[in-house]
Nanobody
Framework: QVQLVESGGGLVQAGGSLRLSCAAS????????LGWFRQAPGKEREFVAA????????YYADSVKGRATISRDNAKNTVYLQMNSLKFEDTAVYYC????????????????WGQGTQVTVSS
């Protein structure tokens, strides 16, 4: 079964940290790049970070660069997003996504999505 399941969201104070996890099916973890996107209320979904299938190529949006770390553990079928120095504007639903690298970076036409996990940063 093709599946992505996020966890780790919650309420955190500004300046705090959070680690999001995304459990992927074997089918996905073995074939695709993985990424994180987010969507704030009233805004379009935006790219946050991506990591290639082997983990050798990593990309970040400028808005999180220096504060976010994406990683994957293929043995555990899991991709992580560590977010530090959280800001109010990081409040959003965070989605895990899987597809070929170019598609993830383009952000459109992505084949696989998780259900999302809410991150709320209090100011």
């Amino acid at each position: 079964q093709v599946q992505l399941v996020e966890s780790g969201g919650g309420l955190v104070q500004a300046g705090g940290s959070l680690r999001l996890s995304c459990a992927a099916s074997e089918y996905i973890i073995s074939r695709y790049s993985l990424g994180w996107f987010r969507q704030a209320p009233g805004k379009e979904r935006e790219f946050v970070a991506a990591i290639s299938r082997g983990g050798g190529n990593i990309y970040y949006a400028d808005s999180v660069k220096g504060r976010a770390t994406i990683s994957r553990d293929n043995a555990k079928n899991t991709v992580y997003l560590q977010m530090n120095s959280l800001k109010f504007e990081d409040t959003a639903v965070y989605y895990c996504a899987a597809d070929y690298r170019s598609t993830i970076l383009r952000g459109t036409g992505v084949a696989y999505w998780g259900q999302g996990t809410q991150v709320t940063v209090s100011s």
